[in-house]
């Protein structure tokens, strides 16, 4: 029982960080829409942001420590049923929607953030800027104005994937709480 309750504790705690990450990732990410450079303001925000898309899947890593608490086997003509409460409801289906909507955004998101830099990555060689073109293999030279519009397109096509990657951990996360959002109904 004490290791049951541990489990959904844990799982608890982790799905309340990948929330709160989410929206973190989700903020530092959209950013870049309004001007904002938070990779080059904030660098090592920016890199914990870049590694912490792990710190929800480390239960899986470690070996998964929650373990799947078997359900009573069903009798065909018992009174009992288990009834989902509203709650569970609307936090599985919000967390189902997140993670529709962002893994949508991670796959169409990544190809035009990406086109927006031509695919190529930006580079300062000796004072320049430029914007190397992966497909012709060649530096294209370019101003400090669009070097910095470029940097913004390219740190929203590197930080794409945090939302999905937080939303899918939640989820993982969630799903050893679903006996506890259920209630037990006698008829």
Same mark, same amino acid.
């Given at each position: 029982?004490?290791?049951?309750?541990?489990?959904?504790?844990?799982?608890?705690?982790?799905?309340?960080?990948?929330?709160?990450?989410?929206?973190?990732?989700?903020?530092?990410?959209?950013?870049?829409?309004?001007?904002?450079?938070?990779?080059?303001?904030?660098?090592?925000?920016?890199? #914990? $942001?870049?590694?912490?898309?792990?710190?929800? *899947? &480390? +239960?899986? /890593?470690?070996?998964?420590?929650? %373990?799947?608490?078997?359900?009573?086997?069903?009798?065909?003509?018992?009174?009992?049923?288990?009834?989902?409460?509203?709650?569970?409801?609307?936090?599985?289906?919000?967390?189902?929607?997140?993670?529709?909507?962002?893994?949508?955004?991670?796959?169409?998101?990544?190809?035009?953030?990406?086109?927006?830099?031509?695919?190529?990555?930006?580079?300062?060689?000796?004072?320049?800027? #430029? $914007?190397?073109?992966?497909?012709?293999?060649? *530096? &294209? +030279?370019? /101003?400090?104005?669009?070097?910095? %519009?470029?940097?913004?397109?390219?740190?929203?096509?590197?930080?794409?994937?945090?939302?999905?990657?937080?939303?899918?951990?939640?989820?993982?996360?969630?799903?050893?709480?679903?006996?506890?959002?259920?209630?037990?109904?006698?008829?």
């Amino acid at each position: 029982m004490l290791n049951e309750r541990w489990d959904k504790q844990t799982a608890l705690i982790f799905a309340f960080i990948c929330g709160v990450l989410f929206v973190v990732s989700l903020c530092a990410h959209f950013s870049a829409l309004f001007g904002f450079n938070f990779a080059h303001q904030f660098p090592k925000i920016w890199f #914990f $942001l870049q590694t912490s898309v792990v710190i929800g *899947f &480390l +239960p899986l /890593i470690i070996g998964n420590p929650y %373990k799947k608490i078997s359900k009573p086997s069903y009798i065909w003509g018992s009174s009992k049923y288990q009834e989902s409460s509203r709650f569970g409801i609307y936090v599985g289906l919000t967390a189902a929607i997140l993670l529709c909507v962002s893994l949508l955004y991670l796959v169409f998101g990544e190809v035009y953030w990406s086109s927006q830099i031509h695919f190529g990555y930006l580079e300062i060689k000796d004072g320049n800027y #430029f $914007l190397y073109l992966k497909r012709e293999r060649q *530096f &294209l +030279p370019i /101003i400090f104005d669009e070097y910095q %519009k470029l940097l913004l397109y390219q740190n929203l096509a590197y930080s794409v994937h945090w939302m999905f990657l937080h939303s899918l951990a939640f989820m993982i996360n969630l799903s050893p709480l679903e006996i506890d959002l259920k209630k037990t109904k006698n008829e």
